[in-house]
């Protein structure tokens, strides 16, 4: 053995014991079924673990139009788009979105990731404080880490912990909230009035990441915030193309002055090679499908709903909700990981969602529905995990907990 990584080695074994340990594993094939089914190592697999909540990855509209860009605009943007990147497509995009958001504008980034990262580190720096609950994505923490100002978490959507907290940083000048509006491991929903209640009496700023809310929510699929009414209060309005969009990429949308000055600072938008032509094309067409076909957002919706309903009837605890992120949790690492390799050898794919991504102790299976799965397909599912329950229970009796 190379002796120079001997501390990987160490490192990987440590993980091993604790169950955290990731690999590859290669998808043959998913469009089967609009992306419902997919094929894992040799497996037919029904997909409870896409973001493509309305089923539109596959759609042909939008393979189409992606198509048609590449072949109009070629295959690479070529460089940054404040070099010679900016294609008129990109023009078009940020007015569907600022027209969609009913916001004055709007800024592509390349992915959510790098939006967060470049969008937080532009606005927030040295001296600032961001609040940021517990539970935000990791590109939001990394963001604020990226920001060098002071890094508050509140307990998860605790706001009498946020206050608090706020009180006793009334004196600094300027202070940000940043919350997820659907958290994208829990799949609950921030308290969106609240926050913009606290924000106006402690003249904070306010920034929400609406990854998993964005095509799902409101009448055209804006997101949580136009939902419940409060979008036109928040000052940075995040979101991805990457999930119910089906597609790739990422945006911001605010009043001009922020658009305008992270057009010039966000270091993710300036040093790096915008989109290429095709991702663009398809997210248009993607956008005016998420707007109009709102029977996807009504059955996805459905399915959220039937799916927890079907396995609290096997007795499994999970909680309310009509996200489409429904985490069974079990605890252990390594019993979480059991569960998962059981449902793939069934026929279905859910993954196990470990530590660092969720809490220790806080390992659960994280299942996601689609618009397009049928009653009959999220039956089985349901009964699939019962069975998988009852064959663990009786392997090694009292250890697994029957509700979990
Ligand atoms: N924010 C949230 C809440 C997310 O769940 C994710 C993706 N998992 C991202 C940002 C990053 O988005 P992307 O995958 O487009 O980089």
Redesign the pocket.
């Known amino acids: 053995m190379d002796t120079r990584y001997a501390w990987l080695e160490e490192e990987w074994r440590q993980m091993e014991q604790e169950a955290t340990t990731r690999r590859l594993q290669a998808v043959e094939s998913c469009g089967e079924e609009q992306g419902k089914w997919i094929r894992v190592e040799g497996r037919r697999l029904l997909n409870l673990s896409s ?1 493509n909540y309305l089923g539109l990855a596959h759609d042909q509209r939008i393979v189409e139009a992606g198509t048609r860009a590449a072949r109009r605009w070629g295959a690479g943007s070529t460089a940054s788009r404040l070099v010679i990147g900016n294609y008129a497509l990109y023009e078009e995009l940020e007015q569907e979105l600022a027209a969609w958001k009913k916001r004055d504008g709007a800024l592509v980034f390349a ?6 990262t470049g969008v937080i580190s532009a606005l927030i720096g040295r001296g600032d404080v961001v609040f940021s609950d517990r539970w ?2 990791a ?2 923490v990394d963001g604020i880490i990226l920001s060098r100002a002071k890094h508050i978490r509140y307990r998860h959507n605790d706001l009498n912990h946020l206050e608090e907290l706020l009180s006793q940083h009334e004196h600094v000048q300027r202070k940000w909230i940043i919350t ?1 509006s659907i958290f ?1 491991m829990d799949g609950d929903m921030a308290r969106l009035t609240s926050l913009v209640m606290l924000k106006e009496r402690f003249g904070a700023m306010l920034m929400v ?1 609406e ?2 809310a964005g095509g799902v929510r409101a009448e055209e699929g804006q997101g949580l915030c136009h939902e419940v009414c409060v979008a036109e209060k928040i000052d940075v309005l995040m979101g ?4 119910a969009f089906g597609v ?3 945006y911001v949308c605010a009043d001009q002055e922020i658009i305008r000055y992270l057009t010039a600072k966000a270091r993710s938008h300036i040093y790096s090679t915008a989109l290429p032509p095709a991702v663009i094309g398809s997210v248009l067409e993607a956008l005016s499908l998420v707007r109009t076909e709102t029977w996807r957002r009504r059955a996805v919706k459905r399915n959220a709903i039937l799916f927890r309903q079907m396995l609290r009837e096997h007795g499994f605890m999970v909680g309310d909700g009509d996200t489409p992120i429904i985490p069974l949790m079990i605890g252990e690492n390594e019993l979480a990981l059991r569960y998962s390799t059981m449902l793939i050898e069934r026929g279905i794919s859910a993954v196990a969602i470990r530590p660092p991504t969720v809490p220790a102790g806080s390992a659960r299976i994280r299942f996601t529905v689609m618009a397009t799965h049928t009653h009959a397909e999220l039956k089985w599912a349901a009964d699939q995990l019962a069975a998988i329950r009852a064959e663990l229970m009786h392997a090694d009796s009292g250890h697994v907990d029957q509700r979990v």
């Open positions: 973001n992915n959510g990731y790098q939006a967060n935000n994505h590109s939001i997820d994208s990441d990854a998993h991805t193309f990457s999930k790739y990429g990422a």
